[in-house]
């Protein structure tokens, strides 16, 4: 099976690549995406060095099998139904297809029975939704109808520059605002992970919410969150 890694430079991309060197998916070399900027550049894998090449019109996508992305909602709406078209299976780490209809929003300890064989998008729920349910699944029994839960998560959800801004604030820098953070992460908390709605609830705290009752096939179950980013890598 081969095996693509699309946004092969980034931190989750980058994840990726390191789990699939002990992977049963990663018996040959994945084949490494990304933007034209980072293309050439070279990525050890293994004993190996792979050349990241650029997603664009000239990618073979029907070379591969199976496309990991991590390269955004606006890139992943572009070029997942291209690599479906041409016979693959795409899993999605980015928010653009999680609340589709038609789309299996999956995680495999909970609920395998969505994955379908053969060409098609399989959607990742966001984090924190994942590490949820998966606490909560042997209550499923249960049936819970109420979640309240509290997360704290890192600078590494906001990607390499939440991951910068720490160091360099943490190195004496300056505060540089919105970039990611709406305030200084260095030695701070604060319950604010992407925009708040008109009823105060975070886009962290929402996609909990949604994907949640998608998961469970619940519409009714009620989840109240609080997500903090936290100044930890």
Not at 68 to 81: F, H, K, T, Y
Not at 91 to 115: C, G, H, T, Y
Not at 182 to 192: S, V
Not at 193 to 222: F, N
Request: contains cysteine.
């Amino acid at each position: 099976m081969k095996v693509g890694v699309v946004g092969a430079t980034g931190v989750v991309g980058q994840e990726m690549l390191r789990l699939l060197e002990s992977s049963p998916l990663g018996e040959y070399p994945p084949h490494l995406l990304a933007s034209p900027r980072s293309a050439g550049r070279i990525v050890p894998w293994r004993d190996q060095e792979l050349t990241v090449h650029p997603l664009d019109e000239n990618a073979d996508l029907a070379a591969l099998d199976v496309s990991l992305m991590a390269a955004g909602s606006e890139i992943a709406r572009q070029w997942a139904p291209r690599f479906v078209d041409a016979g693959g299976a795409v899993v999605d780490n980015s928010s653009a297809f999680r609340l589709d209809d038609d789309v299996p929003l999956v995680i495999p300890e909970v609920n395998p029975e969505m994955i379908s064989p053969g060409p098609g998008i399989i959607a990742n729920p966001n984090c924190s939704t994942i590490i949820l349910l998966l606490v909560l699944k042997p209550l499923w029994s249960l049936t819970p109808r109420r979640i309240i839960a509290d997360t704290y998560q890192a600078v590494s959800g906001a990607g390499r520059s939440g991951l910068d801004a720490l160091e360099r604030e943490g190195s004496g820098g300056e505060f540089r605002p919105g970039d990611p953070f709406p305030f200084p992460i260095h030695g701070n908390l604060f319950p604010t992970i992407g925009s708040v709605d008109d009823e105060g609830v975070t886009a962290e705290e929402r996609k909990m919410l949604d994907e949640t009752r998608k998961i469970l096939s619940d519409p009714d179950i009620v989840v109240q969150g609080t997500c903090v980013r936290v100044p930890v890598a």
